[in-house]
Structures are given as C-alpha cells and as structure tokens.
C-alpha cells in the first residue's frame, strides 16, 4: 500500500535562511512523487514533482526537491526562505506500477517563516 | 480559463440530514478525485472518475456517501444522513488524461456536522 509520512507538523525559519521540509514515501512500485502548498482558505497548488530523469527537480517559487531512492525520501528546499512562503506543505505519492491515477497525501508540514 | 470550482464553500448541518457538495473541473478533463481531509491528518483519497465512470472508490468510507458523475462534468457527492465524524473539508480536483500529471484542486467545501 502507497503511503506518505511529513514527521514535522511545523518548521520555524527565519527569512533568508534555507528551509528543508521532509517527506518519506512508501509505494511498492516506482513512485511519482509531488508537493503541493497550500495557502488560507485556498485550494492546494501544485509546486514541483518528480517522474523520472534527474533526482534533483526545480518547481514553482524557487523550492526545488531531492528524489532519494535508497531512503525514499523527497524533501523540499527553498535556498532562501520569504515570509510569503508561509503556508501549509503537502507531500504525495502515486505508484507507477500498482497506484493508477490514484494519489496519496501527507498529513501536511505547517512552514512559518518569521521576518 | 476557469479553475475547479466547489460548492458550497462551507455547510453547517445537523447530525443525520442530508448534504450535497458539487464540484466542477476544468473543462475538458476527463479525471475527476474526491479528497477529504479532518482537521490536521492527511487529505485522504475517496475516488477517482474517469468521465463519468467510477475508476477507484477504494477510499469511499460506508454507503452514506454516494458520488456522481452525470454526463462526465460536474460531480456530487452527497452524505445522507450525516455523522459527525464525517465533519472536514472536501476537496475536488481534476486532471488531464495521462497519470504523470499534477492535480488541479479546488479550494473545497468544508462540512460541519453538529
């Protein structure tokens, strides 16, 4: 069974500092990997995600993130946190081989960035 | 060009009445997921259509809830007779054909069940 795990309710960074949100994944097959934020009383958008190719993908607002297959792990990073950044983060995993269409979602990491 | 777009965006209801929350994807995607979340866990995965046929209902949870796709555009989903535990924001989204592609969400009708 597909399933995604954000261990951080909440990250605290100052601005300008470099943020790591994290996220691990379980999928039984080869996974596609996505982050989404969330803003107050918005829809989640879209940021970034991995298919295949580089384990290094850019997305959306300066956040990039890391495909690591051996820890099955996909963080987010900002190199230079803003306070606008502040929202909430969602992971999510689909399973190339077994998951269909379907796809999984975090719990959700709360990203407050001060000034 | 319009976004997915829910109502309504919020329904206070007694325990055991009915709701009926309706979502309308982008046009022309044939993809369209239900997703709940309660307040703080993960936005759980209810279903999946494929026009207007059901692909995955794997996470519907009980047969209070009944989802429809007529004509393969807007959706329903309707709880009859709401809980409480079934209180959380519903979100809707939609996708193009293939299975690479992101989700495009709408901004959800959050349910109160008292």
């Known amino acids: 069974a597909q399933s995604v795990a954000q261990p951080e309710d909440q990250v605290n960074v100052a601005e300008g500092n470099p943020l790591t949100v994290k996220c691990t994944y379980s999928v039984s097959g080869n996974p596609y990997l996505f982050w989404y934020v969330q803003y107050p009383n918005r829809g989640l958008q879209f940021l970034l995600k991995?298919?295949?190719?580089?384990?290094l993908v850019k997305g959306s607002y300066g956040f990039e993130a890391e495909f690591n297959k051996s820890q099955t792990s996909f963080h987010l990073k900002k190199p230079s946190a803003l306070v606008s950044d502040s929202a909430l983060y969602f992971c999510?995993?689909?399973?190339?081989?077994?998951?269909?269409?379907?796809?999984?979602f975090g719990a959700g990491t709360r990203l407050f960035v001060k000034a | 060009e319009a976004g997915v777009t829910q109502f309504p965006s919020h329904s206070v209801i007694e325990k055991g009445q009915t709701v009926t929350l309706r979502c309308d994807p982008i046009?022309?995607?044939?993809?369209l997921y239900w997703y709940r979340r309660v307040m703080g866990k993960e936005i759980k995965f209810l279903l999946h259509?494929?026009?207007?046929?059901?692909?995955?209902e794997s996470g519907m949870p009980n047969n209070r809830f009944l989802a429809e796709r007529t004509g393969g555009t807007y959706s329903t989903l309707k709880v009859q007779p709401a809980e409480l535990e079934d209180s959380g924001v519903y979100f809707c989204?939609?996708?193009?054909?293939?299975?690479?592609?992101?989700?495009?969400f709408g901004e959800g009708s959050r349910l109160t069940v008292l």
């Open positions: 999510a995993v689909r399973d190339q081989n077994t998951g269909g269409f379907k796809t999984i």
């Open positions: 259509f494929v026009k207007e046929s059901k692909q995955d």
């Open positions: 989204a939609s996708s193009p054909g293939t299975n690479t592609g992101e989700l495009f």
């Open positions: 046009s022309g995607h044939d993809n």
């Open positions: 991995y298919i295949t190719g580089d384990n």
